[in-house]
């Protein structure tokens, strides 16, 4: 069965610092990685996703594929009370036995302390 | 353009009644989702629909739900005799499929069944 894994936090990190959130799957074969936002009582947002090994940056967002070691990352920069939020990654098979789904893990609460 | 839309974003109901959850998706996109999120919990998917393909139903948690999409646009999902384990958020997401595969989510119906 195919899975996505992350720490489930709370993930705690001072205002201004750098927080990194993991993700690891299970499937070789996936191709395409995303990254949400939820805040408490909201709907996921789309904030980045990635296809290709290595970064891809995006304001203070910065996302790290590596296909090899099957794992994804999203760094945030210059981290906001603003930042505060669950970030759930989502994997996609891209295989006709996935049914073409996304593959979700359960997401990381961060925690940005003023 | 628009984004995905979800009505009711409440909806309270008593036990033993049905209750119908509307989503209208993005325009032009044709991968339809529908997920369920108790409080604090991940994503839990319950059905798909793909453009005029036999929806994946495999989600749903018991007869008791049921979903269409009319036109290969709106989708409405269906419960029916709730019971009080049915009290969530009821997300409803849209996709392009093919390569690209990001999916965009609709603002969520809360249901509580008292």
């Known amino acids: 069965q195919k899975e996505v894994e992350q720490n489930s936090g709370p993930l705690s990190v001072p205002e201004g610092a750098i927080a990194s959130l993991n993700c690891t799957y299970s499937?070789?074969?996936?191709?395409?990685f995303f990254w949400y936002r939820q805040y408490s009582g909201k709907s996921p947002e789309l904030i980045m996703f990635?296809?290709s090994n290595g970064d891809k940056e995006d304001g203070r967002f910065t996302a790290q594929l590596n296909k090899a070691s099957q794992y994804v990352s999203l760094l945030i920069r210059d981290s906001q009370p603003s930042d505060s939020a669950t970030y759930l990654c989502?994997?996609?098979?891209?295989?006709?036995?996935?049914?073409?789904?996304?593959?979700w893990g359960a997401g990381t609460k961060l925690i940005i302390k003023p | 353009g628009a984004g995905v839309s979800q009505s009711p974003s409440n909806k309270v109901t008593e036990k033993g009644k049905d209750v119908e959850l509307r989503c209208d998706p993005i325009?032009?996109?044709?991968?339809l989702y529908w997920y369920r999120q108790s409080l604090g919990q991940g994503l839990e998917f319950l059905i798909y629909?793909?453009?005029?393909?036999?929806?994946?139903k495999s989600g749903l948690p018991s007869d008791r739900f049921s979903a269409e999409r009319t036109g290969g646009s709106v989708s409405t999902l269906t419960i029916q005799r709730t019971q009080q384990e049915d009290s969530a958020v009821y997300l409803c997401?849209?996709?392009?499929?093919?390569?690209?595969?990001?999916?965009?989510f609709g603002p969520g119906t809360r249901l509580t069944v008292l």
């Open positions: 990635i296809y």
């Open positions: 997401a849209s996709s392009r499929t093919g390569v690209y595969n990001e999916q965009f």
């Open positions: 629909f793909q453009g005029n393909s036999a929806p994946d």
């Open positions: 325009s032009g996109h044709t991968a």
């Open positions: 499937d070789r074969g996936s191709q395409s």
């Open positions: 989502a994997v996609d098979p891209s295989d006709m036995d996935s049914n073409y789904q996304l593959i």
